[in-house]
């Protein structure tokens, strides 16, 4: 690969869910794409093999291990410390360096900003405003919905111009469960308070 000369109209580097979407929209357009990633090539049933015979289940990075070539962060059962944070609150994020990326680990959550997170300085004073809005940002939201399959709630307080690709997601019957109880409860202490 060293002697070899590559060459396109975009470079992208890393292959996760952001660059894979970008990739594909370049390519189809006519553009040749080159896309960079640290780590190697991924293989689906070794990932499964690894969970299913992992003894920290809950460890949700137990199948992606970090590789020298490739690290990235590890916080249990030890931190590997390769992501160092500064500042009174480091958030542990975890990620994984290897084609797909973390689309192969994902909590399964397509959050959109909120309209006010692009307007921080104007609203509260603190960090900068962004040089667009939520408006402007928007369809590119749907259009990587529509790419991923999301669905969800309509009560998140980001602005929707067209409803989620795959509607609400469905309740559990255990979550349901304790919805009800819960709001039984508030109905009857509600009720008492008002005696």
Known sequence: ?????????????GSGIVGAMLGAKLARSGASVLMLEAGGASDRGV????????????????????IPTAPHPI???????YLVQAGPYPYPAE???QVGGTSWHWAAHAWRNLPNDFRIRSLYGVG???PFDYDDLEPYYQEAEEIMGVGGSTETGSPRSKPFPMGTVAEPYAMARVRERLAGT????????HQ
């Not at 990932?47 to 970090?66: E, I, K």
């Not at 508030?186 to 308070?193: K, Q």
């Open 1 to 13: 690969m060293a002697d070899s000369k590559l060459s396109a109209d975009y470079v992208i580097v």
């Open 75 to 81: 916080y249990r059962p030890d931190d590997n410390g």
């Open 186 to 193: 508030y109905s009857i202490s509600n009720s008492i308070a």
């Open 128 to 130: 900068v405003d962004w």
């Open 95 to 97: 990620y994984v360096r």
């Open 47 to 66: 990932f499964v093999a690894r969970f299913r015979n992992a003894s920290r289940r809950g460890d949700w990075m137990t199948p992606y291990p970090s």
